[in-house]
């Protein structure tokens, strides 16, 4: 696809110099996985198909996906269990974006990995949160997400911030100003967990997110302001990168769909929603 072809060569033109180029580790150094994994196709990307106007005025607050994304979904599923004999040998955790889209594609994820902990981790939602407009005002009003008791039938590990009344403490729409800053405070966390793999250790862990919040996350995982790349991420799309415990970072992949047909991702997955 032109436009993601495009994307990656912007990306990988503003990154020259600043990332190492290489697959393997410093010398001495530990490193910290990550895969980051875009939820599959939901009910709002069909709606982006239509239209953007389309999509504003029907949008869900917390969408389905659809089945199509369930197919995607198990496709991620396979790609990742087939890879922990090599990429992913070292995996250990997948942490799970609190909203329905990111719980449904992880699904598949729980069935095939045995012994990896599937956590839910309340801060990696998309940006702009959660979110209802009144009909009749037109007005944003906050929606308080899946509580801990619709959450429960997926057998994931839950925060104490998941309670019985939903888990977005948002107040209307997310800016965009606080969802960066969001995306920084899981970069830091995610850093201060690499630098605690010492003496060449490697750990690995899967992000079930979203594609706005993975663009943000990337940008300050990396040290590069990315706000000039307008980085469209396909539906289940994965992006590998490497933090290692001396502060380098590796960028082995971005925004990688191979693990689909091509008549599994479509056009409407080229809108971040």
């Not at 910290?32 to 198909?49: D, G, I, K, T, Y």
């Not at 953007?52 to 496709?75: C, F, M, W």
């Not at 990111?102 to 990896?116: E, I």
């Amino acid at each position: 696809n032109l436009m993601v072809s495009a994307t990656l060569v912007a990306l990988v033109a503003i990154l020259a110099g600043g990332v190492q180029e290489s697959c393997s580790s410093p010398e001495d150094a530990g490193t910290l996985r990550l895969l980051l994994v875009r939820h599959a196709e939901s009910e709002n990307n069909v709606l982006n198909l239509v239209s953007k106007d389309h999509y504003v005025e029907n949008r869900h607050s917390d969408p389905d996906i659809t089945e199509l994304g369930t197919e995607q979904a198990q496709e991620a599923a396979r790609f990742i269990c087939a890879s922990r004999t090599g990429l992913m040998r070292h995996l250990t955790e997948v942490r799970i974006s609190p909203t329905l889209r990111t719980l449904q594609t992880a699904r598949p994820f729980a069935s095939r990995l045995s012994g990896v902990r599937m956590v839910v981790d309340s801060e990696i939602f998309e940006a702009g949160g959660v979110y209802e407009r009144c009909p009749q005002t037109g007005d944003v009003v906050a929606f308080p997400g899946l509580t801990k008791e619709d959450m429960a039938v997926y057998g994931y590990e839950l925060p104490p911030e998941v309670t019985s009344k939903g888990w977005n403490t948002i107040q209307g729409k997310e800016s965009r100003d606080a969802a960066k800053s969001r995306a920084l405070r899981v970069a830091e966390r995610l850093r201060a967990e690499a630098a605690e793999q010492k003496n060449g250790m490697t750990r690995a862990i899967a992000l079930v997110s979203h594609g706005d919040f993975i663009g943000f996350l990337l940008s300050h995982l990396i040290g590069t302001d990315l706000s000039r790349v307008n980085m469209h991420v396909w539906n289940t799309a994965m992006t590998c990168v490497d933090l290692h415990s001396d502060g380098s970072v590796t960028l082995n992949f971005f925004n990688s769909v191979a693990h689909l047909r091509s008549d599994q991702y479509r056009q409407s997955q080229l809108g971040n929603v």
